[in-house]
């Protein structure tokens, strides 16, 4: 605390990330982090753009990068927003079309950041309860609102919400914005994008963080219908007009071009969460079913912290949030096989 701070600053509760430790050698399962590295095409697409031009400003609206992502697709340029990673563009999206006067709705287990973003733009906002089984009921957000956001699958639930019920969404709640955060669609769901040119009020975001390894690089987009589009490229230009660098640029565009290396990784990541799920399910655990990269899940007998603690401990971090509802839960990330193994392997020496 401090006398210089703007007064608005003492109320702000930001944000607080998953850990990345400085140890190179535990093994990380708590910030959802793609277990495989990225596309060797992004990799070397972006050490060739390091050259004299990086003297240069980058194109500010990203405009190559756009027409990639408007052609995996099939949508137009005009319908495509790209921003300092998709918890920079969810910023705009919040400042540019969810505040109005009734109160925004999401889950009452969602991604945390939504309600730091409200606090940040004084937006007024709603948690809607999830069913007992952690799922989205559509029904209850049939309400007047100023919009409705919710991840999909949802996080850290994991809960996919398929895309009949999202076009039901879309249809009950036809004067506002809905936004289908897909940072994770790409583990299990089908994308919401194809929807767009149907439903003026739908916006999707995605993220290279995730599905295409590249949380370090932070590029995330938005897709819509050019009228919501605007609004954010109204916000992004009174903020930032150079939000996404030239490397960047180029390395997201040479990882969305190399869909051998996505489809072959994704697949694996897949594949090690049928394996995990199964391994915990062994261990007694109830698992939620996840398409996403990670799964969350609860022991019937042991406190969700305690073992978070004792896995860490033994050299293995995840995520335990302790928040109403999720105490007893961990959100465990899919890692590699051998990860995959010895998380199993510190589990059962825990539960002995
Ligand atoms: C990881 C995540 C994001 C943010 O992704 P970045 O592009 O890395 O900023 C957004 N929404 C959800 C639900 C996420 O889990």
């Known amino acids: 605390m401090s006398r210089y701070w703007s007064p608005f600053v003492h109320s702000l509760s930001p944000y607080v ?9 535990l093994v990380k399962l708590n910030t959802n982090e793609n277990p495989f590295g990225p596309s060797p095409k992004a990799l070397e697409a972006i050490r060739a753009a390091a050259d004299d031009k990086l003297r240069l400003y980058p194109e500010p609206s990203s405009e190559q990068l756009r027409e990639t992502i408007a052609r995996y697709y099939g949508l ?5 927003f790209i921003g300092n990673g998709s918890d920079e563009v969810l910023a705009h999206i919040f400042l540019g079309l969810l505040k109005h006067d009734r109160p925004l709705l999401f889950p009452d287990i969602s991604y945390s950041f939504y309600p730091v973003y409200c606090n940040l733009y004084g937006i007024d906002f709603q948690r809607v309860p999830l069913d007992n089984q952690f799922a989205i009921r559509v029904d209850d957000y049939l309400q007047p609102s100023s919009g409705i956001i919710f991840p999909n699958p949802n996080a850290p639930t994991g809960r996919l919400l398929p895309l009949d019920d999202i076009e039901r969404l879309l249809r009950m709640n036809d ?14 769901g089908e994308s919401a994008a194809r929807l767009i040119p149907k439903y003026p009020n739908l916006l999707v975001t995605q993220t290279l ?13 938005a897709l819509g219908q050019p009228a919501l589009i605007e609004a954010l490229d109204r ?12 490397l960047a640029q180029v390395g997201a565009i040479a990882a969305i071009e190399d869909e051998a290396y996505f489809e072959q ?12 799920t199964g391994a915990l399910k062994k261990l007694s655990f109830e698992v939620l079913p996840s398409q996403a990269n990670f799964v969350f899940c609860r022991h019937p007998a042991h406190e969700g912290r305690v073992l978070a603690e004792a896995l860490r401990a033994r050299g293995v971090i995840v995520r335990h949030f302790d928040k109403p509802r999720i105490e007893q839960f961990l959100r465990i990330s899919i890692g590699t096989e051998a990860e995959c193994r010895q998380l199993i392997d510190a589990l059962t020496e825990i539960l002995g």
């Open 17 to 25: 990330p998953g850990e990345q430790p400085k140890t190179d050698n």
């Open 76 to 80: 137009t340029t005009e319908q495509v």
């Open 175 to 188: 004067g506002v914005v809905i936004v289908v955060d897909e940072a994770y669609i790409d583990f299990g």
């Open 209 to 221: 963080s995730k599905s295409r390894s590249l949380a370090g690089l932070r590029v995330g987009f």
């Open 235 to 246: 916000v992004k230009n009174s903020f930032n007009s150079y939000p996404v660098d030239r």
């Open 265 to 276: 990784t994704r697949q694996a990541v897949i594949a090690n969460r049928d394996w995990l």
